[in-house]
Nanobody, 125 residues
Framework: QVQLVDSGGGLVQPGGSLRLSCAASGRTSSRYAMGWFRRAPGKEREFVGAITWGGVSTIYADSVKGRFTISRDNAKNTVYLQMNSLKPEDTAVYYC??????????????????WGQGTQVTVST
């Protein structure tokens, strides 16, 4: 079992930045690829980005490419989502997730076995 705790959300103005963190505990000796997803009110869960265990490969949704960056520090068992140039449409609850296919970043939420509790990001004036 792996427990994930998301943090770092908040209220930010359009054009601003936030950095989300996802701290893992439990069976952290295993290797996991990590993903970020989000869910806006009244919308389906949406893939944001993912990173392999070694951090060599990342993929992003077109809607965030060039603005968001995923990174990880395996020594701290933590994954980060740096969000820049935020837009009101980025408003959502953001979730991190762990995938045992550690060498392959995947977009499909069904591939992920463990999930964080979510952290709210609100982009508004």
């Amino acid at each position: 079992q792996v427990q994930l705790v998301d943090s770092g959300g908040g209220l930010v103005q359009p054009g601003g930045s936030l950095r989300l963190s996802c701290a893992a505990s439990g069976r952290t000796s295993s290797r996991y690829a990590m993903g970020w997803f989000r869910r806006a009110p009244g919308k389906e869960r949406e893939f944001v980005g993912a990173i392999t265990w070694g951090g060599v490969s990342t993929i992003y949704a077109d809607s965030v490419k060039g603005r968001f960056t995923i990174s990880r520090d395996n020594a701290k068992n933590t994954v980060y989502l740096q969000m820049n140039s935020l837009k009101p449409e980025d408003t959502a609850v953001y979730y991190c997730a762990a995938d045992q296919s550690w060498h392959l970043p995947r977009r499909d939420f069904r591939a992920y076995e463990y999930w964080g509790q979510g952290t709210q990001v609100t982009v508004s004036t």
